[in-house]
């Protein structure tokens, strides 16, 4: 159990447009969600938690006007990239918690195929 | 600042010997961690998680947390071209919503 989809796989848009990301928990309900970016041959980045229902933490740096997130159920979370510049260009990742606190690894983070996003 | 940090490699390992990565972590207080294994251009899955000090195993990989000395690593026997890969180590943030703190990853190339 605990897969996590995301789509699309793959995008390419032109310079200015906008790109929605969906994430889906399949066989649990979320409680936690994350998005990551990836840069090539680099770490992973942590760019919002976000729970259902409530707005999203973005972490320092990361535009919240630019990358809206939103977690309207408990398997469904979105990121969308407003107005996409080259340099926004990346390998996008969520991922989802349980939430099982009886559970020890209760922080296990289960994560999607990914976003590869390139922006023309 | 918490942190966790692994030597970024990449560590070459001839194919059917141990592999040894190893992971270090700032805050004294963390009581569990995680090893991600990631391909190139694909997500991190889980590989081990750890919480007592001691040994973990897990088929051909086993899982060392030593809480005194502030390490966590992971060992993978007979290892195999497939187990070439980024492997992460992460560990939960305290007094946080819930994130994982990560280390930036040790790549591991198996030599046939």
Redesign the interface.
Known sequence: GAVVSQHPSRVICKSGTSVKIECRSLDFQAT?M?WYRQFPKQ??M?MA?S?EGSKA?YEQGVEKDKFLINHASLTLSTLTVTSAHPEDSS?Y?CSA?R?LAAV???????????T?LTVL | QKEVEQNSGPLSVPEGAIASLNCTYSDRGSQSFFWYRQYSGKSPELIMFIYSNGDKEDGRFTAQLNKASQYVSLLIRDSQPSDSATYLCAAPVRDSNYQLIWGAGTKLIIKP
């Open positions: 936690t994350f770490s992973l942590l938690t729970n933490t390998f990742i918690r939430g020890r690894s209760y922080n296990e983070q289960f994560f999607g195929p990914g590869r």
